[in-house]
């Protein structure tokens, strides 16, 4: 009984340390590489479409259009579209009246933004545009937004994936934390990443795809998360996925565990069933190595970070209750060490933050919003598999 769960414990503690692990060998590639060349200069401000898929968003998509059009950027190298999706409200009134294209589609039968996106580019792919930037309608982007992915030219061949945060980011505690994720990855975990040659996770959310890479096919991804699809789709075939980091996108957040829930549970779902799907494509890519191919794997089937320390706890609590002599030792503080990246990033974060004390303060609710997130997984694993699309609640 005790070698059986010695066995068992020491097996989920060495899965925890998997993230670390490979969180450090980027570091050392990092530290010994010779440095990243210059970008290449681009001789004209590449052409960019932004695309804005919408459902019924009158409240919000004024403010979305009006961040795109008054941007520092040629506007001769702008196209907006908004693609008003089964809206019953004035979403396309507001659109046009704002001066900007809107392509109205009706179909009830397949609702959901992959479904609009594949009706709406067929459409558009006469124009010379470099690179589709996507936007949700709830975003706004910074006003150097466009200069800033410029300089990752050329975008014609890769994806670039900007900065998303969240606009209400100081509303709740658990808007805080929620910014404290985000920042924690577009400004340490990605960036590490990216400076290490692997792939950024892609939000489908302020993500640039290159014109090569949607001419002729157009849109192909129909998960419930369309973005770990591109990604895993783009990792195999050996596709760079950039990050522009300073390219600032903010979106609203889920500012109650109600509306967080649907999200959560869709994203759990979806990205399980894209690590079924991918996985076996990732690891026999032969445009990859093996460390973009762990690299991949964990990000699709890994656990977020609020569940990775609720899973650290539980693994070094019984270890250290149920196992005898240094064996507890051993498998809880391997338990507890595979944590210490999430801790590094998280002080980082904290040391530059705007208002660190109340965002510091605001991990007084980790806890039960741990408890929270453990059930929300475990429902969405042994729940009904739902494959509808469902849309978030806005505030």
Known sequence: ????????????????????????????????????????????????LFLVPAHNEERLIAACIQSILAQDYPRDRLRVVVISDNSTDGT?????????????RTDLAQPGKPRALAWALPQLLSDPWDACVLVDADAVVARDYSAILAKHFPL???????????????????????????????????????????????MCCGTSIGRDLLDPGGWDAF????????????????????????????SDQASSMGQGQIQRRRWGAGRTGV????????????????????????????LSP???????????????????????????????????????????????????????????????????RTIVFARTLLGRKDTTWQRTARK
Not at 180 to 186: D, F, H, K, P
Not at 232 to 243: E, H, P, S, W
Not at 339 to 367: C, D, G, K, S, Y
Request: net charge positive.
């Open 223 to 250: 998960s419930l998360t369309e973005n770990w699809e591109l990604y895993a789709r783009y990792t195999a075939r050996g596709v760079k996925v950039d990050l522009a980091r300073d390219a600032v996108l903010l």
């Open 92 to 104: 396309a009134d507001i659109v046009r009246d704002a001066g900007v294209e809107c392509l109205e």
């Open 156 to 202: 014609r061949g890769k994806v670039v994936q900007s900065f998303s945060g969240g606009t209400n980011e100081r509303d709740s505690w658990l808007t805080r934390l929620a910014g404290v994720l985000s920042r924690c990855r577009y400004e340490v975990s990605y960036v590490l990443k990216v400076r290490a040659g692997l792939n950024s996770p892609l």
């Open 275 to 302: 690590l079924r799907t991918y996985a076996g494509s990732i690891l026999r890519s032969d445009r990859i190595g093996l460390h973009q191919k762990l690299d991949a794997i964990v990000e699709l089937g890994g």
């Open 306 to 372: 609020v569940l990775h320390l609720a899973a650290a706890v539980v693994v070094a609590g019984l270890s250290l209750l149920l196992l005898p002599g240094s064996l507890r030792w051993w498998i809880g503080g391997a338990a507890l060490l595979s944590v210490t990246h999430l801790v590094f990033q998280v002080v980082i974060v904290l040391v530059r933050h705007p208002e660190p004390w109340r965002t510091l303060a605001a991990f007084a609710m980790l806890p039960p919003y741990a408890v929270w």
């Open 1 to 48: 009984m005790t070698v059986g769960l010695g066995v068992v414990l020491g097996f989920a503690a060495g899965l925890l340390l998997i993230p670390l692990f490979l969180e450090f060998w980027s570091l050392v590639i990092v530290v010994f590489s010779r440095g990243n060349r210059s970008p290449p200069v681009p001789s004209a401000s590449p052409h960019l």
